[in-house]
């Protein structure tokens, strides 16, 4: 291929100079036109799994077994810091929010909480005053009364803020904790509640909404105890926002009007931003277990749990395996057939794919070009990014590769542009796109003000990609940067540009040689589809009724990677196939 007409512009600084001077050939659709998913939050970037834990530990509850206000094992906090343990160690948790809990000094519970979790946890913890505005720990404890929030990490941040309202009839406060993660966008937040005032909760509960907006801009998960069943209206501006999980009993205590009978209530809840197709929690449970159920009298013997509340667990979806469209950790083949249906072939985890394909497309796909990579929706899974006509939309997955209604996020597309979606070019945690518009390549950052949605186009190649057939290789260096597979139908051979980080592609290198049109119709990246950690591609074939070449991504002399060795995946019907990705 010659350098002199494949030309690639050199640098960010270059790239914002020609967005500037050339303006963009894509339009940002009106919001009102994206009309069902205009409403939704704004999606998150990518981050790791969050397994998170919040619990009301009720630390220094007042009043001896069988008084008011008992609480199980309140002298011993070493008792209940063990336990909290083995929840983190069972649950597999990076993040823990507790409620009642005391820190700020040795011996807190914060302090044992620090030494049961190792140095490669951060915790920060916000006080909070009694309605004598004392603050703090009773009974013997040491520290201060408040909330907590630890995470296995490192805290670039924190804010915390007193979130209830003032009253002359008392000096209490209550606060909002948020912490800002390194590496992470979703920021876990924790607060607490007033309990029995509905008026004074309704605006705290305002308060808490507010706070959270300020310090978690990119996406939330906030938990805590917020005394205040799952129906209740004054919960209203926080269920009404975010996706919630916990459906269920959360708190016991015991009814001492007529039968003292158990008192069961739903207080514990935990929030996330939501997302478009699918929630981000993945999995959500109430460990009730650990909530002490005992009679509280004086000859009740043990407690049967630590608190008088049970821990409420999730997991949110992070990162999706580059390829991966069903949610089960293996690269997939999307594909358009002569019918115009998509189609997914499931990845077998061997290079290999599902010989049954589902059809997540009914029709109207010839024509288009089809993209899936990166998460543009938020919640945790790969979505199919399409230039369908003149058109560029979302097609938000629903978890399980299964697809919702289509988000316009563009118009004015030439009916020839290819697009992919390359995964994170510009090393901001948002998926990006790149565009051929007649011989020139384009990049459409993600928006991360949009859900989905992308910034205006900048020109990063000068010109010569009309012929090019443009592929996601992933990361196939090695180096932390998505880069771009590219075929030349003028030379038949296939080109590694590898990403700069900053939205621009730099040195290439030769990939592979004899895909011809003629003799390799289709090629897809394939993420790392067998699973030895390199990257690797899917061709078509014209033998016969068409196969599909499966290139296990390999390594040449130099270091440099190249297609690798094949195998047939796919022995017969793939002429049938119009495009894949």
Wanted: charged share 20%; hydrophobic share 35%.
């Amino acid at each position: 291929m010659n350098r002199s007409v494949r030309t690639l512009v050199s640098g960010a600084a270059a790239v914002a100079a020609l967005g500037t001077m050339l303006g963009t050939a894509l339009v940002a659709a009106p919001a009102a036109q994206a009309a069902p998913a205009a409403q939704a939050a704004v999606s998150a970037p990518v981050q790791n799994e969050i397994r998170v834990v919040s619990w009301n530990i009720c630390g220094e509850a007042g009043g001896n077994r069988g008084e008011a206000g008992y609480c199980a094992y309140r002298n011993e906090p070493a008792v209940k810091i063990a336990e909290i343990k083995k929840v983190v160690d069972e649950r597999q948790a990076n993040v823990v929010m507790l409620q009642e809990v005391c820190g700020g000094a040795p011996d807190s519970h914060m302090a044992l909480l620090q030494e049961k979790l190792g140095a490669a946890w951060s915790i920060r913890h916000a006080t909070g005053a009694r309605p004598d505005g004392s603050t703090e720990c009773r009974n013997g404890l040491t520290g201060e009364l408040g909330i907590l929030v630890a995470v296995k990490g490192t805290v670039t941040g924190s804010w915390a803020e007193n979130t209830l309202p003032a009253s002359p009839k008392d000096q209490r406060t209550l606060q909002a904790l948020c912490v800002a993660v390194a590496g992470w966008s979703t920021t876990p937040c924790t607060t607490h509640v007033i309990a029995d005032q509905a008026s004074r909760a309704a605006l705290q509960i305002k308060n808490v909404k507010a706070f959270v907006d300020a310090h978690a801009p990119n996406g939330v998960v906030l938990g805590g105890d917020f005394n205040l069943n799952s129906d209740r209206t004054e919960l209203a501006p926080l269920t009404s926002a975010y996706d919630t999980c916990i459906d269920g009993y959360t708190h016991h205590g015991w009814d001492t009007v007529g039968t003292a009978g158990h008192s069961w209530k739903e207080l514990d809840h935990l929030f996330t931003t939501k997302a478009v197709g699918a929630s981000r929690f993945a999995s959500c449970a109430i460990d009730a277990a650990r909530m002490d159920t005992t009679p509280n009298e004086p000859d009740s013997g043990p407690p049967s749990g630590v608190s008088d509340h049970a821990p409420v667990t999730a997991v949110l979806r992070g990162a999706p395996a580059a390829g991966d469209m069903n949610g089960d950790g293996r690269s997939d083949l999307v594909a358009v057939d002569d019918t115009g249906k998509l189609r997914l072939y499931a990845g077998l985890g061997d290079g290999g794919v599902s010989g049954t394909p589902a059809v997540i497309g009914s029709g109207g796909w010839t024509g288009a070009s089809v993209s899936h990579r990166g998460d543009w929706t938020g919640n945790g899974t790969e979505d199919v990014v399409a230039r369908v006509g003149s058109e560029l939309r979302v097609y938000p997955n629903r978890g399980d590769g299964t697809l919702a209604s289509p988000v316009r996020i563009g118009t004015g597309l030439p009916t020839d542009s290819q697009v992919v979606g390359v995964g994170d070019a510009t090393g901001d945690g948002y998926p990006d796109l790149l565009a051929t518009l007649g011989d020139t390549l384009w990049l459409y950052a993600g928006d991360p003000a949009a859900n989905p949605g992308v910034k205006p186009g900048v020109q990063i190649g000068l010109r010569g990609w009309s012929p090019m057939s443009l592929s996601a290789a992933g990361d196939a260096d090695h180096d932390g940067r998505v880069d771009l597979l590219a075929r030349d139908a003028d030379d038949a051979q296939l080109w590694l540009y590898r990403g700069r980080g900053d939205g621009t592609f730099g040195e290439r290198t030769e990939y592979g040689r004899g895909y011809g049109t003629a003799n390799r119709p289709l090629l897809a990246g394939a993420g790392d589809a067998d699973g030895n950690g390199t990257a690797d591609l899917w061709a078509t074939t014209n033998e016969g009724t068409g196969s599909l070449m499966f290139y296990a991504g390999g390594t040449n002399g130099a270091g440099d990677p190249v297609d690798g060795p094949r195998t047939t995946v796919g022995a017969v019907g793939w002429k049938a196939i119009r495009s894949i990705s």
